[in-house]
């Protein structure tokens, strides 16, 4: 079973500080990784994700995740806070093997507040 | 592309009541999935359908819910006799049948039990 662990509810960083968010996965076989933003009251929208291939992926809004195996970490950073940066992250695994069905097991989520 | 649509965007329901939420994919999507996210916590799968077929559900799709894709086409997701733990937010998402895809989400239905 999959499973996924994003450490820290809530984080706030000062408008043009580096953004850190941590993501740490659990699964039995090589997992797919994926980072979405949530707005509220919206759904979700795909930031960036990891298949396979090279681990430093690189997202929308100048958001880049690196995958580390023997870490088991999935670290969603952007180099520069936005205010428009502030909402809701969550972390999600998926194994695509076998026929699966390719569904989402998601993290508790981040909530990104930034200060101006 | 019009994206993932999700009716309605808010439901407000009596207890005991039944109610109904309709999901339309993107046209050329025949995986479709539903979530349930409660305050405070990240989306939770409850079922999914390839084409018309539901080929998965969650132990958290108590006997109260039932979920049909008829046609693979559009897909319709219902409560029984609400309960107020019931209340979340409903989210809908489709992808394409393929590994290395991406899962687009609608704007989710909330639900409001009282």
């Known amino acids: 079973a999959q499973s996924v662990t994003q450490l820290g509810s809530h984080v706030s960083v000062s408008e043009g500080a580096l953004v850190l968010l941590r993501c740490n996965y659990s699964?039995?076989?090589?997992?797919?990784l994926f980072w979405y933003v949530q707005y509220p009251n919206q759904g979700l929208q795909l930031l960036l994700k990891?298949?396979?291939?090279?681990?430093l992926v690189k997202g929308i809004n100048g958001f880049e995740a690196e995958f580390k195996k023997s870490e088991t970490s999935f670290h969603l950073t952007k180099p520069s806070a936005h205010m428009s940066d502030a909402a809701e992250y969550f972390c999600?695994?998926?194994?695509?093997?076998?026929?699966?069905?390719?569904?989402?097991?998601f993290g508790t989520g981040t909530l990104l507040a930034v200060q101006p | 592309d019009t994206g993932v649509s999700q009716n309605p965007r808010h439901k407000i329901t009596k207890r005991g009541q039944n109610v109904t939420f309709r999901c339309d994919p993107i046209s050329e999507h025949n995986r479709l999935y539903w979530y349930r996210q409660t305050l405070g916590q990240g989306p939770e799968f409850l079922t999914y359908f390839q084409n018309e077929a539901q080929l998965e559900k969650s132990r958290l799709l108590s006997d109260r819910f039932s979920a049909e894709r008829p046609k693979g086409s559009f897909s319709t997701l219902e409560i029984q006799r609400t309960e107020q733990g019931d209340s979340a937010m409903y989210l809908c998402a489709s992808s394409r049948g393929q590994q290395n895809t991406e899962a687009f989400f609608g704007q989710g239905t909330r639900l409001t039990v009282v």
């Open positions: 699964s039995s076989v090589p997992p797919y």
């Open positions: 990891y298949t396979t291939g090279a681990t």
């Open positions: 999600a695994v998926t194994v695509p093997w076998g026929g699966a069905t390719n569904k989402l097991i």
